[in-house]
């Protein structure tokens, strides 16, 4: 291994090699973050409800969550959608995010009776 004056080339060349054996450097450097992502790094997205489902939460819990099935405007991609608690839903696997408007209108509003559903 090069330690000596002018060895600053191959030092470097070498810590860059050995970089790619860092899972986390890897997955930045490849964008695998982005490339699996169904928003494709958007903040949020815009679906339509295909199905209305009820998933089961995992162990100790026996509740039945209400999701939905929704398909992306953007790219067609399909994902399971949670409710408008908020929070991670870290009870239910594959569910990641969750509805906030339904029509143009937030499900808060909706749920206090401040605001009605729009008809198409």
């Known amino acids: ?26 997955r930045r450097e490849r964008g695998l973050r982005e490339k699996s992502d169904p928003l494709e790094g958007a903040p949020q997205g815009r679906g ?28 067609g991609k399909q ?9 991670a839903m870290g009870d239910i696997s ?3 995010y969750k509805v906030e408007k339904v029509n143009g209108v937030s499900l808060i509003e909706l749920v206090r009776g401040n605001a009605e559903k729009p008809v198409r």
Do not use: T
Request: proline share 2%; with cysteine; charged share 30%.
């Open 1 to 26: 291994m090069a330690n000596g004056k002018y060895a600053a080339r191959k030092l470097k060349k070498d810590r860059q090699k050995h970089r790619w054996s860092d899972s986390e450097y890897a």
């Open 94 to 96: 594959g569910v990641n």
């Open 79 to 87: 994902v399971g959608i949670g409710g408008a608690k908020g929070r």
């Open 48 to 75: 339509i409800v295909l199905e209305k489902i009820g998933i089961e939460a995992k162990q100790p819990n026996s509740a039945i969550r209400k999701c939905v099935r929704v398909q992306l405007i953007k790219n």
